[in-house]
């Protein structure tokens, strides 16, 4: 993957957890504070509990880190996978969200 197809996906996927937050905040009374700054979106939920999203060029991942810990992700035939093994992106957002929110939260490009 080049420099330019990378940024094309990663900000891509910045995007539309960003949609996901708008639209849960339409859809429920989960109340996500989503923030962008650069390359990193914070998720502040009413517990004040965070997820941070962010772009790490140099290695081409995603990183995302939650209460639960830090992981990396990496653009793989078509889906952000977790580079040790521990699922996709979309998913894991989901249930680190609903743990972190208390509610069912279903994030998704």
Not at 4 to 10: G, K, R, S, V
Not at 85 to 99: I, K, M, P, V
Request: glycine share 8%.
């Amino acid at each position: 993957m080049t420099d330019l197809e990378y940024m094309d996906q990663a900000e891509r996927l910045l995007a539309q957890v960003e949609a996901s937050c708008d639209r849960i905040n339409d859809e429920t009374d989960a109340d996500i504070d989503n923030q962008r700054v650069g390359g990193m979106v914070t998720l502040t939920f009413r517990n004040r509990s965070q997820i941070v999203i962010n772009l790490q060029k140099p290695l081409h991942e995603v990183w995302l880190a939650a209460r639960c810990g830090g992981f990396h992700y990496k653009f793989d035939a078509g889906l952000w996978m977790d580079t040790k093994g521990q699922g996709e992106f979309w998913e894991s957002l989901s249930r680190y969200a609903s743990e972190q929110s208390g509610q069912a939260l279903r994030f998704g490009a």
